[in-house]
């Protein structure tokens, strides 16, 4: 298996990271969440421009890239730039729209102008991919959406919302559960928007008696479980790869305040314990490099394999990220809590992503229980 980088990624890992490190800083990032926008429309437009979200898709969907590495080189530099823009919608929904073939969306989605978002998650169902109690009746040609979704990335920002619901089985069961595509301002649709501990943009989606077509269910009734999983895989291969780009923004702030912080007329870099301490995060770090590429690697593999490599790399970065956050803290002192310093940032986004679809806990147990079967 070639790991290597094609060149054109290479092209837009450095595109990509130019015009981030020109237009986009930590004080750029505060301004927007105190103005209480969820992104900047202008920044999401430009990147949108240069190609980012087309990488995301596939040539077969109005993309040029779609490919576990693709996405990798994507997140990682908005990781390392600590971007809140709804690039992962993007992954979700709009990989579950365009495998069921609404290409209409999906180029709007590419372009920049339509988000579409993910409203899974439920109250009861915390990590749990096949805890669906949203319900979906089928009344003549119409279908009748019940229930509520918590966490919904940019729920508030979507027009388009794609939402599970239950058409058969019971409350865990992988079979019966279907996907529909909602209108965001729908009567009887009520979305709650809230901003999450990095500045990320959450809702809380209530259906009370939604009334859509037969043709907004994508795919086929209660098989949708399949495509769920397939989505969180590569959404996981994103967020383990914008994980590493953070790792590595807060790696470079606390070697730049080792070399300028001075104790007893010295830098605190000299500090034979704090070489050791970073020298160890260092080697931390590039192990969850490997991990980020092996899962890239192997993410278009039979889902048995899939599945057991996206455990692995969700466990391990949530380790590392964990230990990075808080060696960097504690070697910075008081100023890497502080707001207005761009580790606490960083810091905040790594502990966001490791309760992502997910913890450590969680994806050690079930990396277990898939090598088991």
Avoid: W
Avoid at 92 to 98: C, E, F, K, T, V
């Amino acid at each position: 298996m070639d790991f290597n980088l094609t060149e054109e990624q290479n092209m837009l890992r450095d595109t990509l990271g130019r015009f981030l490190g020109d237009r986009y800083s930590h004080k750029s990032r505060q301004k927007l969440i105190a103005s209480g926008e969820a992104y900047d429309q202008e920044i999401f437009s430009g990147l949108a421009g240069l190609g980012v979200l087309g990488a995301l898709f596939d040539a077969d969907h109005g993309g040029f890239g779609g490919a576990g590495f693709d996405l990798s080189v994507v997140f990682e530099e908005l990781g390392r730039a600590g971007v809140i823009e709804p690039f992962l919608p993007a992954v979700l929904a709009g990989g579950l729209i365009a495998e069921a073939g609404r290409t209409n969306v999906v180029d709007e989605i590419i372009a920049g102008t339509h988000v579409a978002a993910l409203a899974h998650g439920e109250p009861g169902s915390r990590y749990d991919l096949s805890h669906v109690e949203s319900s979906a009746v089928l009344d003549g040609a119409e279908i009748i959406l019940t229930g509520r979704k918590t966490h919904v990335l940019n729920g508030a920002q979507a027009q388009t919302l794609v939402v599970s619901a239950r058409e058969s089985g019971e409350v865990r069961d992988e079979e019966g559960i279907s996907l529909f595509l909602v209108f965001a301002g729908g009567e009887g649709v009520t979305v709650v928007n809230h901003v999450n501990v990095d500045g990320t943009s959450g809702a809380t989606v209530t259906l009370e008696s939604v009334r859509v077509s037969v043709s907004a269910r994508l795919g086929a009734a209660g098989a949708a479980f399949s495509s769920l999983e397939t989505a969180v895989a590569r959404c996981l291969t994103a967020l383990c790869a914008e994980a590493l780009g953070a790792m590595e923004a807060a790696k470079a702030l606390t070697i730049e305040y080792l070399k300028d912080r001075k104790q007893f007329g010295i830098p605190i870099g000299k500090f034979q314990a704090l070489q050791h301490r970073m020298a160890d995060m260092l080697i931390e770090i590039e192990q969850a490099r490997s991990a980020v590429i092996n899962l890239a690697g192997n993410l278009d593999q039979p889902r048995a394999i899939r599945e057991r490599h996206v455990s692995a790399t969700k466990n391990l970065i949530g380790r590392v990220g964990a230990m990075v956050a808080e060696e960097c803290t504690q070697m910075h002192g008081g100023i890497g809590m502080t707001h207005e310093y761009a580790l606490s940032h960083f810091s905040r986004r790594l502990t966001m992503i490791d309760h992502m679809f997910g913890d450590v806990d969680y994806h050690l147990e079930r990396f277990i229980a898939l090598r088991v079967r």
